[in-house]
């Protein structure tokens, strides 16, 4: 069965310093892999996706992330963070496997100035 | 654009009571769910449906119905709330991309209490 885990449950940076989210799925077959962003009191929102191609995925607003195959694993990176960064991140796997997209438990990144 | 709407954002019930969640998209999506999320856990999937008159399972359907009468509504009836069922709700859809699910939409989350 697949299963998504993020290492890390909550991480504190300061503004303007670089972050990475860390993801790790398992999956016997190909997968299509998500991060999702959740600010306060509203819904979750698509950051970025790897379908296919390229494993090198970027945001619009200054994140990434690489897929790697054989660590099983899709990092979400970002250079440089804003106070308006702080929100919960997602990670999500969907497979061939049935249509079912399996979330992570989250990390909340916050931001301080 | 409207996207994906649900129905109503919050609800306090009594166990035992019923209730069903609404949940309308406008994106013409093969694709519905209902996931709920609590705390530390992320968020599972309860039920999901690949297209009018399908449904299927997902990782917590127990104390949950489904149907999918058009490709727009998805409601989700709890037949009678239990404490254990104080979650937020989120309904998403996605188009049928090659077999799996795409990016998912998602609503607002309805806020459920039950007392």
């Known amino acids: 069965a697949q299963s998504v885990t993020q290492l890390d449950s909550q991480v504190p940076v300061f503004e303007e310093a670089p972050v990475e989210l860390r993801c790790n799925y398992s999956?016997?077959?190909?997968?299509?892999l998500f991060w999702y962003v959740q600010y306060p009191n509203q819904g979750l929102q698509l950051l970025l996706k790897?379908?296919?191609?390229?494993?090198l995925v970027e945001s619009i607003n200054g994140f990434e992330a690489e897929f790697n195959k054989s660590q099983t694993s899709f990092h979400l990176r970002k250079p440089s963070v804003h106070i308006s960064d702080t929100a919960e991140y997602f990670c999500?796997?969907?497979?061939?496997?049935?249509?079912?997209?399996?979330f992570g438990a989250g990390t909340r990144l916050f931001v301080k100035a | 654009n409207a996207g994906v709407t649900q129905t109503p954002k919050f609800q306090v019930l009594k166990t035992g009571q019923s209730m069903t969640l609404q949940c309308a998209q406008d994106?013409?999506?093969?694709?519905m769910s209902w996931y709920r999320q609590d705390p530390g856990m992320g968020l599972r999937l309860i039920h999901y449906?690949?297209?009018?008159?399908?449904?299927d399972q997902g990782e917590v359907p127990n104390g949950y119905n489904v149907s999918r009468s058009t490709t727009e509504d998805f409601p989700l009836r709890l037949l009678s709330a239990a404490p254990s069922q104080t979650s937020v709700y989120f309904c998403?859809?996605?188009?049928?991309?090659?077999?799996?699910?795409?990016?998912?939409?998602f609503g607002e989350g309805s806020r459920l209490t039950v007392l």
């Open positions: 790897y379908l296919s191609g390229s494993t």
């Open positions: 449906s690949v297209g009018a008159g399908i449904t």
């Open positions: 994106m013409n999506h093969e694709y």
């Open positions: 998403a859809s996605s188009r049928n991309l090659l077999g799996r699910t795409g990016e998912l939409f």
């Open positions: 999956s016997s077959v190909s997968v299509y």
């Open positions: 999500a796997v969907s497979d061939t496997g049935g249509f079912k997209t399996i």
